[in-house]
């Protein structure tokens, strides 16, 4: 079992539709990130997170640590959404990676 | 926010040659920096991790001698691939730890070994 596991693997939705990723993890952490690549492979960072809840424009970013569970949720969602999602738990060491979901976004 | 520079972005070398790949942060001071690796839809792999001024600490299966880490001030970290073979054929992320828990991501190089 991966220490830092992603679901859904791959997502399509319509344009508009509420988006959520899932992440749950079995490792202690100082942190999780929120990553997203485009397909051009560039990484940007979206969100990390120690506890609740963060909120960035048209994403938001939760966090319960006793449950050891994140979610990324992405409001009105858009084309432009499309990415891979990847969640990566952070042990102070070093980045855990999720397998990252794969977003379509369609028009 | 803070930025993350690699260079090249894309290199086409021969095989048994040596790549030199280059990490900055442009405005701020990363006392680490982790180079990571990719292949096609399959995650990041964390190679090594990178401190300014002491030697890389590699991950198991890594080898030191081909994949050569040079940290040498705050805000620039360099990979050398040795000896390249077509197998080394990758996506090559970097990424700089900025304060806490703080990391900002390079854009990746994407070598290709003929």
Not at chain 1, 56 to 84: C, F, M, W, Y
Not at chain 2, 27 to 41: L, N
Request: one cysteine or more.
């Amino acid at each position: 079992k991966n220490e830092v596991e992603q679901s859904p693997q791959n997502l399509t939705a319509q344009e508009g539709e509420f988006i959520t990723i899932n992440c749950s993890y079995s490792v202690g952490i100082s942190a999780l990130h929120w990553l997203q690549q485009h397909p051009g492979g560039g990484i940007v960072s979206l969100f990390m997170l120690s506890s609740g809840k963060k909120k960035h424009g048209r994403l938001i970013a939760t966090i319960n640590i006793q449950e050891k569970h994140s979610s990324l949720h992405i409001t009105a969602s858009h084309p432009r959404d499309s990415a891979v999602y990847i969640c990566a738990a952070d042990n102070t060491d070093k980045l855990i990676f999720g397998t990252g979901t794969r977003l379509q976004v369609f028009p | 926010g803070a930025v993350v520079s690699q260079h090249p972005s894309r290199v086409i070398c021969k095989s048994g040659t040596s790549v030199k790949i280059e990490c900055r942060s442009l405005d701020f001071q990363a006392t680490t920096m982790f180079w990571y690796r990719q292949f096609p839809k399959q995650s990041l792999m964390l190679m090594a991790t990178s401190n300014e001024g002491s030697k890389a600490t590699y991950e198991q299966g890594v080898e030191k001698d081909k994949f050569l880490i040079n940290h040498a001030s705050l805000t620039l970290s360099t990979l050398t691939v040795t000896s390249a073979h077509p197998e080394d054929s990758s996506f090559y992320i970097c990424s700089a730890r900025l304060s806490g828990y703080e990391q900002y991501f390079g854009p990746g190089t994407r070598l290709t070994v003929t």
